[in-house]
């Protein structure tokens, strides 16, 4: 199935450093979430864009949406151990597309895998 | 409960078994959602309900998989005879109404499906 583009895989960190990652998607979407996977868990929603250019931040969080509409990106400042986990971006498709209906479903991107070394 | 729960949290089968897997999502909410997660990947769509009504089965990689929500709250994820393919993690998510964009889905701790 379809999955966005999402760079880079993985990343090895000192605390304290800033952190970063995106996500592409060869389609448009109305709504851009991140998320993030403690192991053994769900996933757990960070932030929520849902206008092309919005800039938005939660704590140490900031995610943009791109201006295509076909990206985004997150950044995490200040990185602690507790941010180690695996991030998601997702694309969330309109309730009411083109094609009849999508619902809200979510199309993923493959996940960056956080280490912070304290 | 005040999430979505999902059970079991862990299920071993051997290749051709039929499997079960539950929902509770969080009451009230209309929309519920099944994904797939294969190891080191992503999420994928399977399956929309909303209230007891599918509408959206495009996900579902097979006709050994079969979903159902019969009173419009609990759900239940079936996969007959199952392949190693099968093995991944299967997560329930629920909304209060999935047809406004701000709406944000809840996902339940995942079924891991082993097949052997």
């Known amino acids: 199935g379809q999955q966005l583009n999402q760079s880079p895989q993985s990343m090895f960190i000192q605390e304290g450093e800033d952190v970063s990652m995106n996500c592409t998607s060869s389609?448009?979407?109305?709504?851009w979430l991140w998320y993030k996977q403690d192991p053994g868990e769900g996933p757990v929603l960070l932030i929520a864009?849902?206008?092309?250019?919005e800039l938005t931040s939660n704590g140490r969080l900031t995610a943009q949406f791109g201006i295509t509409r076909k990206d985004s990106f997150l950044n995490i400042s200040a990185s602690i151990p507790s941010d180690v986990g695996i991030y998601f971006c997702?694309?969330?498709?309109?309730?009411?597309?083109?094609?009849?209906?999508?619902?809200?479903?979510?199309?993923f991107g493959q996940g960056t895998i956080l280490t912070v070394h304290p | 409960g005040a999430g979505v729960s999902q059970s079991p949290r862990y299920k071993v089968a051997k290749r051709g078994q039929d499997v079960a897997l539950r929902c509770d999502p969080i009451?009230?909410?209309?929309?519920l959602f099944w994904y797939q997660q294969a190891l080191g990947q992503g999420p994928e769509f399977l399956t929309y309900?909303?209230?007891?009504?599918?509408?959206?089965k495009s996900g579902l990689p097979s006709d050994r998989f079969f979903a159902e929500r019969p009173e419009g709250s609990v759900s239940t994820l079936k996969i007959q005879r199952t392949q190693q393919e099968d093995s991944a993690v299967y997560l329930c998510?629920?909304?209060?109404?999935?047809?406004?964009?701000?709406?944000?889905?809840?996902f339940g701790p995942g079924t891991r499906l082993t097949v052997l």
């Open positions: 009451s009230g909410h209309v929309s």
């Open positions: 864009l849902y206008k092309a250019g």
């Open positions: 309900f909303q209230n007891e009504a599918q509408l959206d």
């Open positions: 998510a629920s909304s209060f109404q999935g047809e406004i964009r701000t709406d944000t889905q809840y």
């Open positions: 389609s448009i979407f109305n709504t």
């Open positions: 997702a694309g969330q498709a309109p309730p009411r597309d083109a094609g009849g209906t999508s619902y809200g479903k979510l199309t």
